[in-house]
């Protein structure tokens, strides 16, 4: 059964990092491009990070550039986020899912998507 499952969430300090990974199986992990996406509670959607199957491309949304860095191992069928310099408005439920293109500001899921992750930032 194809699934994504995303690991490492949890509570850190402000100035804290998390590592979040995101594993795939049961379908052909290495033709997908992945996005890493949040939603707090009353708040809509945020597109955080994306990355291509094959060449490489990543984009970051603005609220995150410069502190969280997507990566990518087709090996291991996983993608992951790190996340530095956590701030309490990170705090969210952070999933990943597979998209049709990381291209642009806005990504669009397509077959697959974690249940997601907590992560929670205390000031």
């Known amino acids: 059964q194809p699934q994504l499952v995303e690991s490492g969430g949890g509570l850190v300090q402000t100035g804290g990092s998390l590592r979040l990974s995101c594993t795939a199986s049961?379908?052909?992990?290495?033709?997908?491009?992945i996005g890493w996406f949040r939603q707090a509670p009353g708040k809509g959607r945020e597109d955080i990070a994306c990355i291509s199957d094959r060449d490489g491309t990543i984009h970051y949304g603005d609220s995150v550039k410069g502190r969280f860095t997507i990566s990518r191992d087709n090996a291991k069928n996983s993608v992951y986020l790190q996340m530095n310099a956590l701030k309490p408005e990170d705090t969210a439920d952070y999933y990943c899912?597979?998209?049709?293109?990381?291209?642009?500001?806005?990504?669009?899921?397509?077959?697959?998507r974690g249940q997601g992750t907590q992560v929670t930032v205390s000031s």
């Open positions: 899912a597979t998209i049709y293109a990381c291209q642009g500001s806005t990504w669009y899921q397509s077959h697959y």
């Open positions: 049961g379908f052909a992990f290495d033709y997908y491009a």
